[in-house]
């Protein structure tokens, strides 16, 4: 079983659209949860970081995290063109102090 | 504020040729992160770094792959005898202690 799962898409969907992104991971020492956006030939930019189960919102992203689950997701309310890129769940164990995975990634297609 | 800085951002090589991929983290990081992209695979991690120290170099092939951060300058990643299966994109990212992550854009490489 891989550490992350995230179905690679692609996900096409209709601008103003509410789009869900899902990750699942087996490790429960995993505690930190970020969200990157990668658009092509560029770097992950990170979206959203969060190291509690809940909510967080930020502008039209909200993470959600679920650690009885394992189960993180990101929704993206009003999608726009420009939110067309391959989205990265990212996870760690100790922050940002050490090494990151990564699950494959999920091509979004927002059509106008 | 510049971001990650990374050098080259496209590199040609010949097999068994060497290829030096250079970083410089964000201006207050100490930590820096290496990872690799290979074709339709997710991010990998391979080295984490603090200044004049390996910390975590687990994600690194046991042959030909070293990592620097001196004290001066920027971090290196050396490839000694590329092969064609070392062609992909990788990523540098810097953090302050025990912070998210942030990514430079990359250096692509490809072995003929």
């Known amino acids: 079983q891989k550490e992350v799962e995230q179905d690679p898409g692609p996900l096409s969907v209709p601008e103003g659209a509410i789009v869900s992104l899902n990750c699942t991971y087996s490790?429960?020492?995993?505690?930190?949860f970020m969200w990157y956006r990668q658009y092509s030939r560029k770097g992950p930019e990170l979206l959203m970081y969060?190291?509690?189960?809940g909510n967080k919102e930020d502008g039209r992203f909200t993470a959600q995290v679920d650690k009885s689950s394992k189960y993180i997701s990101l929704f993206i309310r009003d999608s726009q063109p420009s939110d067309s890129a391959t989205y990265l769940c990212a996870i760690a164990s100790g922050g940002g102090a050490d090494g990151l995975t990564f699950g494959k990634g999920t091509h979004l297609i927002i059509q106008p | 504020n510049a971001g990650v800085m990374q050098n080259p951002r496209h590199l040609v090589r010949r097999r068994g040729q060497e290829a030096r991929l250079r970083c410089s983290p964000m201006?207050?990081?100490?930590?820096v992160y290496w990872y690799r992209q290979l074709p339709e695979e997710g991010l990998k991690f391979m080295v984490y770094?603090?200044?004049?120290?390996?910390?975590?170099e687990s994600g690194m092939p046991k042959e030909r792959f070293s990592a620097e951060f001196p004290k001066e300058g920027p971090s290196i990643l050396r490839i000694q005898q590329v092969v064609r299966g070392d062609s992909a994109a990788y990523f540098c990212?810097?953090?302050?202690?025990?912070?998210?992550?942030?990514f430079g854009p990359g250096t692509r490489l490809l072995v003929l």
């Open positions: 490790n429960s020492a995993f505690q930190y």
């Open positions: 201006k207050g990081h100490s930590h």
């Open positions: 770094l603090q200044k004049e120290n390996i910390i975590d």
């Open positions: 990212a810097s953090s302050a202690s025990a912070e998210t992550q942030y």
């Open positions: 969060t190291y509690s189960s």
